[in-house]
């Protein structure tokens, strides 16, 4: 077992010190202080439950007797752990016994104590288990704060990459343009038909249903590229490298499957309708990333306007005439620019 020797690691540390035997309580303090730690001083379990939940954020560690009068260190604990300060869950609690004792770890460990110490208090002993302490804590707000930013940046609907992705990803794209990089990428735009009268006349679970229907779709076919939901009813994806130079067939099969879905008999098993367009980056033409969106974005539009056309009835579930996403990719006609940055895009929500 590695014992710190290094006290220094007890500098700037905040400890709450729970301990009803004032010489005991004041060697501690002592030793902890001179070696960096600043100690706050509670001679009872209620008192050390007070301090921490009037300033959660004051304290790094707590040390914490498990016998003391008035309220013991175990109530204490469980109590600090169910108070429900955002501190409280991740907080170190070390229990402080006077020998190792199985039956009193568990039920130390059981009320929400990280670890103990035995007495008498050994300041290298003490700071090597602090240290451990707080770099487990540590390890786990990272780990928490690493899944924060992923579901951050996955659609909790359909799991796709968000709309802070797709700016970021925009925006990477432009710079690129505005060097004057040789760059092969086409954007694909998808638009669900007829969503918001499915959310009115038959709730949004149904509505999800048929989101979810989509994005299983767009991400089935354009699988080796980046999809993105930019909008309610909105997603996007950037085709590169095989997609790139197979977009054309990959728009064929995209139709298919939408034909294929829209001929479903209900939303739970898997009908859905999609609108969509397409477009490639022309390099001696195209500023940024937002003019090919923009050619992309009126081929959608054209390519909705036939779909509603075909549709015999207002009813948007009848099967009659409804089929087929089509193919609609933009005009490939050559025009000359300057090469400049724009970061803009069409407000997507």
Known sequence: EIVHTNYSILANINILLAEDDEPQAMSMKRQLENNGASVTLAQNGRLAYEMFIAEPSSYDIILMDISMPIMDGIKATAMIRSSGKSQAENIPIIALLNEVNQDEIDICMNAGMNTYITRPIIISRAASIIYESLNIQSRELQRRLSSVIRDAHRDALTGVKTKLLYFDEIKKLNESIAKGAKLDFAVAVFDLNNLKEINDNFGHSEGDCFIKNASKIICRVFDHSPVFRIGGDEFAAILTGN????????????????????KINSIKSGRTSIAHGMS???????????DVFNRADKELYKNKIRMKSREKRPDFLKEKNGGGGGI???????????????LTVRNLM
Do not use: G, P, Q
Request: no cysteine.
């Open 280 to 290: 490639s980056f022309r390099a001696d033409a195209d500023m940024s990333f937002n």
């Open 328 to 342: 609609y990719l933009a005009e490939e006609t050559r025009v000359n620019r300057s090469t400049e940055t724009s």
């Open 243 to 262: 997609d790139y130079e197979n977009r054309i067939l990959l728009s064929e099969l995209f139709s298919k499957e939408v034909a294929a879905a829209e």
